[in-house]
């Protein structure tokens, strides 16, 4: 079964689809003619997005959003259904970086990560799940991240706030379980996309290390995006896809202390840094 065939509707809800994951998202759901709710805090890039999802056989809508405010997530159910009867699917892909050592990020900083990348989130599910209830059939899409599962140094707030997307959604499986609501989890490293145009930190040295990661990272949007695909046909919890996520997550799994000396070492021993090329 396609996902067309599953959700003959056709209608999707993305957050932070003015760029990068959310774009990419957006015009794969084009591609096949769906209808698609483009949302972002900055209106003129949801915009844009509209009109490439127009130019690839879609029909957008676009809205802006601050995913922080529980008004402006309900209001994107709302659009969805006064325009199209209700949504298929949501994707809350919203999200910012936040890193340094734990105790020099300020309490401001803490604060405004977990109200986007954790908080956003709950409102999206919170706001989409009676229409599905309703409907009897939909799909939530949780982009989280491996560093909710294996929770890097220097990255404690979007460490934090991602597991935290990854354990509400193992929540919600086992809540919507004999449901036709499914909920998928997506887990990436990193991958090139604008994610550090919004990014706070403590010390330049945390930029050009994350900067590093992009520079050697094993996935694209594109790829990215195409497994979230598969997986929401296939109802699948976990997107885990690329080599260096599973490795990670395996070892932390079956060999946890192992896992944690050596990750320990590379870091505090500034190999890291000597590999990234980060002075």
Not at 5 to 24: A, E, W
Not at 135 to 158: D, K, T, W
Not at 243 to 271: C, H, Q, T
Request: hydrophobic residues 45%; aromatic residues 10%.
């Amino acid at each position: 079964m396609n996902i067309s065939k599953k959700y003959p509707n056709k209608r999707v809800v993305i957050t932070g689809s003015g760029s990068g994951l959310g774009q990419t998202l957006a015009l794969k759901f084009a591609k096949l003619g769906w209808k698609v709710l483009i949302s972002d805090l900055f209106l003129d890039r949801a915009k844009e997005t509209e009109k490439l999802v127009n130019e690839a056989g879609g029909q957008g809508i676009s809205a802006q959003c601050d995913v922080a405010k529980w008004e402006d997530v309900l209001n994107l159910a709302q659009i969805a259904e006064k325009k199209w009867g209700g949504a298929d699917i949501i994707i809350n892909n919203a999200g910012v970086p936040g890193v340094g050592i734990m105790e020099d990020i300020p309490i401001k900083d803490w604060q405004w990560i977990i109200d986007i990348n954790l908080m956003g989130v709950i409102y999206g599910c919170k706001a989409f799940l009676p229409m599905f209830k309703k409907q009897g059939i939909g799909h939530i899409v949780n982009i989280a991240s491996a560093a909710g599962i294996v929770s890097l140094a220097e990255m404690g707030p979007y460490n934090v706030t991602k597991a935290g997307v990854i354990s509400l959604s193992e929540t919600l499986r086992m809540e919507l379980a004999g449901t036709k609501i499914g909920v998928t989890v997506v887990c990436p490293t990193f991958f090139k996309t604008n994610l550090m145009d919004q990014a706070r930190y403590t010390d330049e040295k945390q930029l050009a290390r994350a900067q590093g990661f992009f520079k050697f990272s094993l996935g694209t949007a594109n790829s990215v995006s195409r497994h979230i695909m598969r997986s929401i046909k296939r109802n699948r919890l976990y997107v885990v896809t690329q080599i260096d996520a599973k490795l990670y997550w395996k070892m932390k799994r079956y060999i946890p202390y192992i896992y944690f000396k050596v990750m320990g070492f590379v870091y505090s021993s500034g190999l890291l840094d000597k590999v990234l090329g980060v002075k």
